[in-house]
């Protein structure tokens, strides 16, 4: 989906946030990488979900639990706090109701954790002031027809929402140059390539 993203990088600061034998439910999972990994190292009961069948049996071979299904709808069943963590890793601004399904997690689960692409990246804002098109970048790499990306935000755009409907952020991170992680930045809407945030409700 992020092409150009080192997920070994999110998936390892994603893991360092997680609390050892903790039950994860990853949506979007995609190959099972990082719920591989939580179950290597944190030994977490996992379980992950994804729309492409594909993904699904990429788990499967991996000896990791999942499950096919639509991420905007397959969530209403699922128990109030049934969950230690769910992990919305650069899924959610695919998603056709980010809104719901942001919701949805922070009642499904105990603690959210959330990443995706920043798009108040510097790289963004040059691109729209000097070329006057929908940028490029490394972070969000494809033509305005043919990106996956459908509901572009930024890290204020997710803190504003995450204030006006009750969720607390708990976590903030960022990733930078080189996606290193960091815990702290200076103006992080402006150099943050991609955010990380762990969540709940209040």
């Not at 360092?16 to 977490?44: Q, R, Y």
């Not at 997690?105 to 040059?126: E, M």
């Not at 043919?146 to 504003?160: A, G, K, V």
Request: a positive charge; charged letters at 25%.
């Amino acid at each position: 989906m992020l092409r150009e993203l080192d997920r070994r990088t999110i998936d390892t600061a994603i893991a360092a946030l997680i609390e050892p034998g903790a039950t994860v439910f990853d949506i979007g999972c995609g190959d099972g990488s990082l719920l591989a990994l939580l179950a290597a190292t944190k030994g977490a009961r996992t379980l992950g979900l994804d729309i492409k069948s594909e993904a699904i049996l990429q788990c499967l071979a991996k000896g990791i639990p999942a499950i096919h299904g639509d991420l905007d709808q397959a969530l209403a069943s699922c128990r109030d706090g049934m969950y230690d963590y769910v992990v919305l890793s650069q899924t959610l601004q695919v998603l056709k109701a980010p809104h719901t399904v942001l919701k949805e997690i922070v009642r499904i689960g105990k603690k959210a954790i959330v990443s995706f692409p920043n798009f108040g990246h510097s790289s963004v804002r040059w691109s729209f002031l000097w070329r006057g098109r929908m940028p490029k970048s490394k972070v969000l790499p494809f033509e305005w027809y043919d990106s996956p990306n459908i509901h572009h935000l930024t890290l204020r755009d997710f803190e504003y929402f995450c204030a006006v409907h009750g969720i607390e952020i708990i976590v903030r991170g960022f990733f930078g140059r080189r996606l290193a992680y960091r815990s702290r930045m200076a103006f992080p809407n402006l150099f943050a390539k991609e955010g990380l945030f762990v969540i709940r409700k209040k």
